[in-house]
Structures are given as structure tokens and as C-alpha cells.
């Protein structure tokens, strides 16, 4: 009998928290290339009526994002914890949370508290440049030095905590060269569940000093082609996610290839909703068109 694979439901609604600026300096960081207008008000009944909307459609998975660090808001996190037990008193509004960051911030016990308990994050989405050298993570991402840490330190941290950690790796030039197993040995020993490869997006406009650097920090087509043929020998068919791309578990870790992380290419599948600053929904970041309502 042919077994059919399973296509798991992928689209989620990215939550943008408003931070005014980002304790971080990532040389790639897209939100410099697009406003991002920033709004210090909280509008309950407006977030309340978009999120209904996105639990009619049946999204389950919340991601906490931002133009800066989730955590630099915390007022806001409080304020939203109220709304989930507003709109369901039983089981949380989305079964599955998580947060997107650099990891800044995390080292602090009331922080992670506050995403445990308040929020009931399962999953900490942990952006890394180099995987291989704390010193040059830190140095990529712009992280000052009271807010460094080290890698193996925090996921420990956080995996005593009871977080799923995934690694996100920005798929720059540091991986040229560097045999795919031994990315995933490393990613292995730093205790990762679960591992993404980011290709690294740019647009074709000039004049942005981010794309500029983009380009000449990425990793050869090569080097992208071996992590994802690795993948594809080594791996072990998981899933399919909505919108195409499939989850293989390599090693133990799930790990999956993004190659449209803001979501540019043509599509008939709606990958993710975004809930801005402004209290709106939108369906693509760069685009004030895509607004839903």
C-alpha cells in the first residue's frame, strides 16, 4: 500500500511586538529595508476581533516577533497574556507558541518566566550567524556586552526550562567550506531539537547598505546545494509543510530548508498573517497592499 506523506498545517500568524529600535545591529536585518512604524498603544478589542479572525481560519501557531527584541516590551507581553485568557479561559488560544531571537535577554530567569507562564512559549527560535564561534555570533549581531552569552549555556538553560530550541542558521559565508555533517554535529552537541536553514534574502533594489552586505556575506550556491543534498541523504522524511518545503529528522533534530523567508515568490498558498504594530493584519511584511483588515 503507498503510504500518502502528511502535509501539516505550516501557516501561523506572526505577532509583531512594537519596540521602539532593537538592542541588537544585524547587518542583514531586513526590517531596516521597509518602515516599520512604530506605535506605543495597545488597542485590545482591535488585536481581540484579528485574532478571532486568524482562529477561524484555523491557525494554531503563534510566533512573537519583532522589528527588535520580543522582550524589550514587556508591558505589552503582560497586556497580551490577558487577551489569550480573554478569548479562551480553557485551553490556550494557540497550542503552539513561539518566539523568534537572537537570544539576548533569555539569560534573565523572569523574562523566560514571563514567556512560560504568562504566554506558554514551547518553542524558543534562536537566530544564529555563527555557530561555531560565540565571539563572531556575538560580533555579527551587534549584541552588546552586557547582553552577550554564550550558545551552549543558554540552550542548556532553556531546555532545563522545558523549551523546544531551535537553531535558525543564517546561511552566510562562515559555512563555506564546512562539511554539512559537521554543522550538524555542532548543532548537535549545542543540544538543538530542531534546526533551520535560512538562505539569506535580499531584494534587487539598491541603494540599501543591508542587501550590500548580503550579498557579499552569503554562502556559495554550493555551499547550499551540500547542506541541502546532506539533508536529503541523511535525513529521514517527516512531513510536508503547507506551502512545499519538507521536514526530514537528521540526526534526531528536525530540520528543514527555508529558501523564501519573507515569503517574495509567487504563491497560491498564504504561508503566514501578520498582526503589525499598528494593530492590523497584513500578509506580507514589505507591503502596505497586503493588508487584510
Known amino acids: 500500500m503507498k503510504v500518502v506523506p502528511v502535509k501539516q498545517n505550516s501557516m501561523n500568524i506572526q505577532l509583531v511586538v512594537p519596540t521602539k529600535g532593537c538592542v541588537n545591529n544585524c547587518p542583514f536585518c531586513c526590517s531596516k529595508m521597509h518602515t516599520c512604524p512604530y506605535e506605543n498603544r495597545f488597542n485590545e478589542v482591535e488585536i481581540i476581533k484579528r485574532l478571532n479572525y486568524v482562529k477561524l481560519h484555523n491557525i494554531d ?106 537553531l535558525s542558521i543564517n546561511m552566510l559565508n562562515i559555512l563555506d567550506g564546512i562539511k554539512p555533517e559537521f554543522i550538524f554535529k555542532c548543532a548537535k552537541l549545542l543540544g538543538a531539537d530542531q534546526i533551520s536553514f535560512k538562505k539569506m534574502y535580499y531584494n534587487n533594489e539598491f541603494g540599501y547598505e543591508q542587501n550590500e552586505w548580503i550579498r557579499n556575506n552569503m554562502c556559495s550556491e554550493e555551499t547550499y546545494n551540500d547542506i541541502k543534498a546532506f539533508i536529503l541523504s541523511k535525513g529521514r522524511d517527516q512531513y510536508t509543510l503547507e506551502f512545499g518545503s519538507k521536514v526530514y529528522s537528521v ?35 514589505d507591503d502596505e497592499g497586503s493588508l487584510i483588515f
Open 251 to 285: 540526526y534526531g533534530m528536525s530540520t528543514v530548508i527555508i529558501d523564501d523567508c519573507m515569503a517574495v515568490n509567487n504563491s497560491d498558498t498564504l504561508r503566514y498573517v501578520i498582526l503589525r504594530e499598528n494593530g492590523k493584519l497584513y500578509c506580507h511584511w
Open 61 to 166: 501557531t503563534c510566533v512573537l516577533t519583532g522589528t527588535g527584541e520580543v522582550l524589550q516590551n514587556k508591558p505589552f507581553l503582560v497586556n497580551l497574556s490577558t487577551i489569550f485568557n480573554k478569548i479562551d479561559k480553557i485551553n490556550h488560544v494557540f497550542p503552539n507558541m513561539e518566539l523568534q531571537t537572537t537570544g539576548v535577554m533569555l539569560n534573565d530567569k523572569e523574562n523566560r518566566q514571563i514567556l512560560q507562564s504568562l504566554l506558554r512559549v514551547n518553542t524558543i527560535s534562536l537566530s544564529v550567524s555563527d555557530i561555531f564561534s560565540d565571539e563572531n555570533n556575538m560580533k555579527i549581531i551587534g549584541v552588546s556586552e552586557k547582553l552577550q552569552f554564550r550558545l551552549d549555556e543558554l540552550i542548556k538553560t532553556l531546555k532545563g526550562d522545558g523549551f523546544n530550541v531551535r
